[in-house]
């Protein structure tokens, strides 16, 4: 069994040979230890890329999926077409980052065979490994939906909990525009009180507290679990009890860091891994003071706008399932294309939600930089979208696993 990976044991013994004396190497042992196999933080955009060497190409759907969400992008990216696109080191533009990828849907949507249009991107893209956690390359994929649940426009004892619009008075600050020294920092999100910015209602002050009731921003009723899921995946559709569909979008967050309650919950759940079905399974098993209390643990808060569209990204365009992947912004520009390498879940179809997966499959994919969420932050999270309703909720809920992710740049 390695202690160590083999990147760490490399930079150990290239630290041992810059020490001449022995005795300095036993009392720096521990310390060369550490600092040969502990990852640094995620560095600034700059140094957030590096290039490789072209890796495998494959991909495991058709490709009709990879044009369509190009084809969705391209009016946005077209808008502001002299906005910089940053990988590291290099630095393209929106309108030359188009051309390269209408030039690649050309080619895709042409007679040419497989090996042709991989050889075609392998000549006209270079490769960038992104930073990652552990190590360059290397991410944890984790995936969304866009779930479909029932709500009514009145509150019930079915249908007891509300999905807010965002409060008039949720305020953003840009701390960059206030000095120098704040960039790179992340606004952020309070209200007026007394004079003073303080930080926004928690989950407990809106939920419990009632911090927003009688403000006429309910856009439905629904079930408090159904609710929070919702909050984490960000959008969905509602059906009514009169048979009607309303399409609800992310519109804002109270500003309060993101607290996944999985980690709460290791215990009922254990020995078994912890999936988004199992926690929705150990949630409905408690009575609602305890589930409550519980939920008041993520004092994260999302709130909602109608929406012609169903599950738009934060580029402002429709998710494409499969394709479309939540990257934090700060670090990878949106609208970028990515080669994403994972283990894809295999199923038994008629298993129960909170059955496990009987395989999995090692899949590579094209997929383009379309969304971000709160919880992906860093270099070293990604999110695919993986599809609409209970079929996608499924793989949705247990992807939790190591990926490699390469951005492609035009040459």
């Known amino acids: 069994m390695n202690l160590f990976p083999q990147n760490c044991i490399t930079e150990l013994f290239r630290k041992l040979t810059q020490i001449t004396r022995l005795s300095r190497v036993v009392g720096l042992l521990p310390v060369i230890l550490m600092s040969a196999c502990t990852r640094g933080p995620a560095p600034s955009p700059e140094f957030a890329f590096r290039e490789t060497a072209p890796t495998e190409i494959s991909d495991d759907t058709d490709f009709s999926g990879l044009i369509e969400a190009i084809d969705k992008q391209r009016p946005v990216l077209q808008q502001d077409p002299d906005k910089p696109m940053q990988f590291g080191p290099v630095v393209t533009t929106r309108a030359q980052y188009v051309a390269a990828l209408d030039r690649l849907t050309t080619m895709l949507r042409g007679p040419s065979s497989l090996e042709e249009k991989i050889s075609f991107i392998r000549g006209n893209f270079r490769f960038f490994e992104i930073y990652g956690d552990r190590r360059w390359g290397e991410v944890l994929l984790t995936s969304y939906y866009e779930p479909i649940i029932k709500g009514s426009t009145k509150p019930s004892p079915q249908y007891p909990y509300p999905l807010y619009a965002k409060p008039s008075d949720l305020v953003t600050i840009d701390l960059k525009s206030f000095a120098e020294r704040f960039k790179g920092e992340n606004s952020l999100k309070g209200r007026i009180f007394d004079g003073k910015v303080v930080p926004f209602y928690t989950r407990e002050e809106i939920d419990a507290k009632g911090a927003l009731r009688g403000k006429q921003l309910e856009l439905c009723w629904v079930d408090p679990i159904e609710a929070f899921f919702l909050h984490i995946q960000g959008s969905g559709t ?174």
Request: charged share 25%; hydrophobic share 40%; proline share 6%.
């Open 238 to 411: 509602v059906k009514l009890e009169d048979g009607r569909e309303i399409f609800v979008t992310y519109a804002d967050k109270n500003g309060h860091r993101y607290e996944a309650i999985g980690k709460f919950l290791k215990e009922r759940i254990a020995p078994r891994a912890v999936t988004m079905q199992r926690v929705e399974a150990a949630l409905r098993a408690m009575p609602a003071r305890e589930r409550d209390q519980l939920l008041y643990k993520n004092p994260s808060y999302v709130f909602f706008t109608l929406s012609a569209k169903r599950a738009i990204t934060s580029l402002g365009i429709p998710a494409t399932p499969g394709r479309t992947i939540a990257v934090d912004p700060k670090f990878a520009p949106k609208g970028a294309l990515a080669l994403l390498s994972f283990a894809k879940p295999i199923l038994e179809k008629d298993a129960a939600s909170t059955s496990d997966p009987i395989g999995a499959l090692q899949v590579s994919r094209l997929v383009l930089d379309q969304d971000s969420g709160g919880a992906i932050t860093g270099t070293g999270r990604v999110d695919l979208f993986w599809g609409r309703g209970d079929e996608a909720k499924r793989y949705a809920g247990i992807m939790q696993h190591r990926a490699r992710l390469f951005y492609l740049v035009p040459r």
